[in-house]
């Protein structure tokens, strides 16, 4: 649990850090906290992918461990999500939330997969390992080509005169997505899962009804212009207690 929270408070420094420079999402920040959140993302990284191997190791593995494992990496999707918007500079835009979204809701079905299925074997290319590897290197290329990049348009043949940040999103959604049916399809075809898949999506409900809430309080009011990492904060804590919650 040391090494567990000693990655989230790196990973919540690193936030916090960043919503000081910048906290509305939409200015360049200096060159040194790219490469200071590029640090705090591959620390996290290293000490979540330790945490488990110590505690099997010393024999402290623990049902309670678990829980609190999922729960701080529940809540820190939200804070890396967060961390990327400033690289991208999204802004308080509906892609502030698209991307929240992107990213806590593979971490969502890869906990499910997890749950049902017994063990969680992760596919050769994934979130925690190439998804993190991918937004350092986005980082670290932000300091050293300029923050200027994410808004400029984007020279990829079809892309529309979309910005770079644009572009850049719509590679994480698709790429989420894959992640997604991946973990559906593992748990539609294991031969240990005790529950029906009616059951799965039952358990499904209460994320649905959060997402579709959390839509409506944006649409019908400026709470996303006004107080953004406010609310991206709360919605990522709410977030990890319904991954908490199904776990129990």
Same mark, same amino acid.
């Given at each position: 649990?040391?090494?567990?929270?000693?990655?989230?408070?790196?990973?919540?420094?690193?936030?916090?850090?960043?919503?000081?420079?910048?906290?509305?999402?939409?200015?360049? +920040?200096?060159?040194?906290?790219? $490469?200071?959140?590029?640090?705090?993302?591959?620390?996290?990284?290293?000490?979540?992918?330790?945490?488990?191997?110590?505690?099997?190791?010393?024999?402290?593995?623990?049902?309670?461990?678990?829980?609190?494992?999922?729960?701080?990496?529940?809540?820190?999707?939200?804070?890396?999500?967060?961390?990327?918007? +400033?690289?991208?500079?999204?802004?308080?835009?509906?892609?502030? $939330?698209?991307?929240?979204?992107?990213?806590?809701?593979? @971490?969502?079905?890869?906990?499910?997969?997890?749950?049902?299925?017994?063990?969680?074997?992760?596919?050769?290319?994934?979130?925690?390992?190439?998804?993190?590897?991918?937004?350092?290197?986005?980082?670290?290329?932000?300091?050293?080509?300029?923050?200027?990049?994410?808004?400029?348009?984007?020279?990829?043949?079809?892309?529309?005169?979309?910005?770079?940040?644009?572009?850049?999103?719509?590679?994480?959604?698709?790429?989420?997505?894959? $992640?997604?049916?991946?973990?559906?399809?593992?748990?539609?075809?294991?031969?240990?899962?005790?529950?029906?898949?009616?059951?799965?999506?039952?358990?499904?409900?209460?994320?649905?009804? @959060?997402?579709?809430?959390?839509?409506?309080? +944006?649409? +019908?009011?400026?709470?996303?212009?006004?107080?953004?990492?406010?609310?991206?904060?709360?919605?990522?804590?709410?977030?990890?207690?319904?991954?908490?919650?199904?776990?129990?």
């Amino acid at each position: 649990n040391l090494v567990t929270m000693t990655g989230t408070m790196i990973a919540l420094s690193s936030n916090f850090m960043l919503y000081i420079l910048a906290p509305a999402f939409d200015v360049p +920040v200096p060159v040194w906290a790219y $490469v200071v959140d590029a640090f705090a993302s591959f620390a996290y990284q290293t000490l979540d992918n330790l945490d488990g191997k110590q505690a099997r190791r010393t024999g402290s593995s623990s049902p309670l461990g678990l829980l609190f494992d999922h729960g701080c990496d529940a809540f820190n999707s939200t804070t890396g999500a967060l961390s990327q918007a +400033v690289v991208m500079q999204l802004g308080p835009t509906w892609q502030l $939330v698209a991307l929240w979204q992107v990213v806590c809701t593979p @971490f969502l079905f890869t906990t499910l997969e997890e749950l049902h299925t017994g063990e969680l074997i992760l596919p050769i290319v994934n979130g925690p390992t190439e998804g993190i590897l991918v937004l350092v290197v986005a980082k670290l290329l932000t300091a050293y080509m300029g923050p200027e990049i994410w808004t400029q348009a984007c020279s990829l043949p079809y892309a529309g005169g979309l910005k770079n940040n644009t572009a850049f999103l719509m590679f994480l959604w698709i790429g989420s997505h894959f $992640v997604i049916l991946h973990n559906t399809l593992t748990i539609y075809k294991s031969k240990h899962r005790k529950d029906s898949m009616w059951t799965v999506c039952h358990q499904l409900l209460p994320y649905g009804m @959060f997402q579709l809430g959390t839509m409506l309080w +944006v649409y +019908v009011s400026d709470i996303e212009e006004t107080h953004p990492c406010t609310l991206m904060w709360w919605i990522g804590l709410l977030f990890a207690l319904i991954v908490m919650n199904i776990m129990l």
